[in-house]
């Protein structure tokens, strides 16, 4: 499950049964950062995969004749 789906499955959740994240990190896990530490995560993969895209289009692989490298 992706970090997103999974933090709002757990946002949603923890609402439902009218709990907080916290609680229920530590009822499951026994890490009461483990949703902090999630979002936390995803945020600077979400970072990172935008250095990523805007660098290899800053970037461009090199055009090559003859069809696909080895």
Known sequence: MESKALIQTIESYCEAVGISPTTLGVKVLGNSRFLDRLKSRAARDEE???????????????????GASP
């Open 48 to 66: 990172a995969a935008r250095r990523l895209i805007a660098y290899m289009a800053e970037n461009p692989a090199p055009k090559t004749s003859g």
